[in-house]
């Protein structure tokens, strides 16, 4: 998934991209709260990560002008305020979730997680699809109770797949949720993840048909698409 982390201590910002990205993530830093507001205006992402701090513009007003065009995509804040009236107006002014500074990557990567998953529109991290059962928990995906050993990136694009079933993507779409501004993936990046998802997932129900010259698109061969 494409994350983007407006955060201006460079420190913390590079810490959090780093562990987001050894998830198999394509994660942005944008140490500047104008900066950030005109990326969003007109490059969408995934997820939000967002510090109230900034310089130029406060993070408060880059979630307010995120909302008034109406901009859904989840925002996690990121705030050293632990006032219950800090949070109301937070969450009353559009974010999605907070997280008080400081706090535990692990929790850090749950709250990603489960904005990411609430996008893509399941109730909970595993989520069964046919034959093939996802875990976002713990990266892990089965087909008919084997377990199938995606690297991260693989697992990424496999999201991106199932989040938009029955769906064209181009490869530039997925390259937009799959990779980063400072990636320079090859000509034939996505063809070569595709194929590798298709061989790991052989005998499963989730069918990616390619369109010559237009992309992909992902269906289950089943009917019962069901969550849990």
Sequence with gaps: MRILVVEDTRVLGQAICERLSSLGHGVDLLEDGRQADNFLSYQSVDLILL??????????QILQRLRMRDDATPVLVLTARDQVEDRIRLLDGGADD???????FGELEARCR????????????????????????NRQV???????????????????FLGHLGRVLSKDDITEHLFNFDETPGQNAIEL???????????????????????????IATTSTTSR
């Design 193 to 219: 993840y595709v194929a590798r998802v298709r061989k790991k997932l052989v005998g499963s129900d989730l069918v990616i048909n390619t369109l010559r010259g237009i992309g992909y698109v992902a269906e």
């Design 142 to 160: 089965t087909v008919n109770g084997e377990m199938a050993a995606l690297t991260n990136r693989e697992f990424r694009l496999l999201e991106i």
């Design 98 to 104: 907070y997280l008080t500074k400081p706090f535990d």
């Design 114 to 137: 489960a904005l990411l998953r609430r996008k893509q529109g399941y109730a909970a991290n595993i989520s069964e699809h046919g034959n093939l059962i996802v875990n976002r928990d």
């Design 51 to 60: 510090d109230l701090n900034l310089p130029g513009l406060s993070g408060l």
